[in-house]
């Protein structure tokens, strides 16, 4: 398995960039003081597509085309949990033939595809991440979606389309990575027609997340920064940002806390005892493969800095386990709300 990410690491055009991009990155947002807030706000468009560059493979090689997590039952296949996250909030904005929609952050396609697929609406993904959005276009073509599907190369803090063209808008785990709510929510809030609405899938602090305890600050900085996000937030300030800047809230909750007892979302990253079946991502999957990275890098054959890459990674997959195991965060707040009339 490690020959396809060594393949794909070494076919990258980027590939002299890696080291100095990731040392880039390492020195401006993850020294001792991990760069800051204010400085991961306000330089955020490079904070993010130099964090994209860097590890969409390893996204691509350990978790596949959708970019986020699910609620997952027991007897469930993982990629049928993905799928059913994505249709589920296809199925709450009520997507149907004849409407078109946005979605915000939309990675390399993955879930944009299988909703337009899902719903028949014609769906336009917006993302900064140009090498994002030229994988989700070969793939748009070759899954036949071409007629439905469209994809922009814009901030979504700032969408090159007009005033109220679209019916509905969602976002699945990428409004996180706003410099602040209300700018995101306020570019959707102009995006939708009257009475659009809007759907996404938030990273929060739980009630739990206690300020004054050293290792859950310590847990939320090592998300943040290996996972490129400017600063996670508690639920009421989503919910507030979503009506200041003129929603009409419909729904607001934690789906890891109604799922039905299954598999957590944070399963995958941890591994469980007999099934290799999502072993790439598994903690003692990313000890094999950062293993293998660091020879294939002495050797030559992968980047220089990709073995960095790997470890800022896994930093980030601890931390996001263990804060689901305390249930302090979770990658599923459930927002869904409404332009008025
Ligand atoms: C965790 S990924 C989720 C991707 C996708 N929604 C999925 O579930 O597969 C976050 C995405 O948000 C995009 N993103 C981050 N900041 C952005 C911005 N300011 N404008 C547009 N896209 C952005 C990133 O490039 C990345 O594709």
């Known amino acids: 398995m490690m020959t396809r990410l060594a393949r794909i690491l ?55 085309q959708s970019f986020h997590f699910a609620p997952r039952a027991a007897n469930e296949t993982f990629a049928a949990s993905l799928a059913r996250h994505e249709h589920y909030i296809a199925h709450r904005l009520g997507l149907a033939p004849g409407m078109t929609a946005v979605d915000l952050g939309c ?9 337009a697929r899902f719903s028949g609406a014609r769906i336009v993904g917006v993302n900064n991440n140009a090498m994002q959005l030229e994988r989700a276009a070969r793939r748009s073509e070759a899954a036949g979606l071409g007629h439905l599907v469209e994809w922009l190369k814009s901030d979504f803090m700032q969408v090159d389309a007009p005033d109220g063209c679209f019916d509905a808008a969602y976002s699945i785990e990428a409004t996180c990575c706003a410099p602040d709510r209300a700018g995101v929510y306020g570019e959707v809030f102009r995006l939708l027609k009257p009475g659009g609405r809007f759907a996404a ?29 400017p600063d996670i937030v508690r639920p009421h300030v989503v919910n ?74 896994n930093l980030c997959a601890a931390a996001l386990a263990e804060a689901g195991r305390l249930g302090i965060f979770t990658p599923m707040y459930f927002v869904h709300a409404r332009k008025p009339d």
């Open 10 to 64: 070494s076919d990258r055009s980027t590939r002299e960039s890696v080291a100095a991009r990731v040392e880039d990155y390492e020195r401006r947002y993850g020294g001792e003081s991990r760069g800051g807030r204010d400085e991961r706000r306000t330089d955020y468009r490079n904070f993010e597509n130099t964090y994209y560059d860097l590890v969409t493979d390893f996204f691509e090689y350990g978790w596949g």
């Open 107 to 115: 990675g390399v396609g993955g879930p944009l595809i299988e909703i």
């Open 240 to 313: 507030d940002a979503l009506r200041n800047v003129g929603f009409e809230l419909l729904e607001a909750r934690d789906l890891a806390v109604e799922a039905p007892p299954g598999v957590p979302w944070y399963q995958p990253l941890v591994g469980s005892g007999l099934s290799f079946a999502r072993l790439r991502s598994s903690a003692a999957g990313r000890r094999v493969t950062h293993g293998s990275l660091w020879l294939l890098e002495r050797l030559g054959i992968v980047p220089r800095g990709t073995t960095q890459v790997s470890s800022l990674l």
């Open 201 to 229: 899938y938030e990273y929060c602090l739980t009630d739990r997340f206690d300020f004054d305890d050293p290792e859950h600050r310590r847990l939320r900085a090592d998300i943040e920064h290996g996972g490129a996000l």
